[in-house]
């Protein structure tokens, strides 16, 4: 059948498809756009308060790197390219925390001393690293975007640093 003139000139398949598609893209572009005037997402007090506690566990698994090396030399040197990775992670989460200065870092709990260690410091290690883990997996739900995903990055690299300990 042949479209009258009356009607109007037919729109092709293919223009219409272009035309839906270019539709598609402008709902889907204003649909992302935050906002937020400087593109930081918003931070609740509790969110802030969680962080802050994450990097207090951070430091103390730090801290019990440390002990660990300082109570058998072997295991520590075996166990410095971890405990640089902790230290990294460390500098993340206070880059991340929101009112936090790399000076948090020095005020951090004493650490463990080497009878806290005992005599296997693989297992007391592999203790701290998986319960460290598994604070910061827990603290992940409670944040949001980057926060969220730094906290679970750590805590999966945690899972292979307790696996490497294994």
Known sequence: MVPSP??????SRRSFLTAASAAGL?????????????????????QVDSLADQVAVQQSLVAAYGAAAAANANFGQEIAPLAEQAAAQLDRLLAASPGSSSSSAASSSAAPSSAAVGDDPRTW???QVTATADSHAA???EQSGARAALLG????????HAVRLG
């Open 153 to 160: 990055s750590i805590a999966a690299g945690l899972r292979g």
């Open 125 to 127: 290690l592999r203790q």
């Open 26 to 46: 402008a709902l889907l572009v204003a649909g992302c756009t935050s906002d937020t005037v400087d593109g930081a997402e918003p931070v609740t007090a509790a």
């Open 139 to 141: 603290a992940c739900l």
């Open 6 to 11: 009356a009607a109007g000139p037919a729109l």
